[in-house]
Nanobody
Framework: QVQLAESGGGLVRTGDSLRVTCVAS????????MGWFRQAPGKEHEFVAG??????NTLYADTVKGRFTISRGGYTVHLQMDNLKPEDTAVYFC??????????????????WGPGTQVTVSS
């Protein structure tokens, strides 16, 4: 079992920066990659960014590329979000995957999920 806990969400203004963090505990070494997803009201979960633990490879959604940066330290994963826009408003979830090849972008490839943290960007 892997437990995930997000922190760092909040209310910011357009153009501001925010960093959300995910701490993995339990048996995090069983996971090969971690990703961030988000869900806006009335919408499906959307892949935001992911990182592969062994290779360090990262992957970003086109909507956040150049503005968001994912990084890790041990089994803590950060998502640095710069130049935030109102359309970034969502609940942000971290997730852990046992898929060993690449960084999966589909929700079904992730085995464990955190409860989420709210990010609200005002215009």
């Amino acid at each position: 079992q892997v437990q995930l806990a997000e922190s760092g969400g909040g209310l910011v203004r357009t153009g501001d920066s925010l960093r959300v963090t995910c701490v993995a505990s339990g048996r995090p070494f069983s996971s090969a990659a971690m990703g961030w997803f988000r869900q806006a009201p009335g919408k499906e979960h959307e892949f935001v960014a992911g990182i592969h633990f062994r290779t360090g490879n990262t992957l970003y959604a086109d909507t956040v590329k150049g503005r968001f940066t994912i990084s890790r330290g041990g089994y803590t994963v950060h998502l640095q979000m710069d130049n935030l826009k109102p359309e970034d408003t969502a609940v942000y979830f971290c997730a852990a995957s046992s898929v060993t090849i690449g960084v999966p972008t589909n929700r079904g490839a992730y085995d464990y999920w955190g409860p989420g943290t709210q990010v609200t960007v005002s215009s």
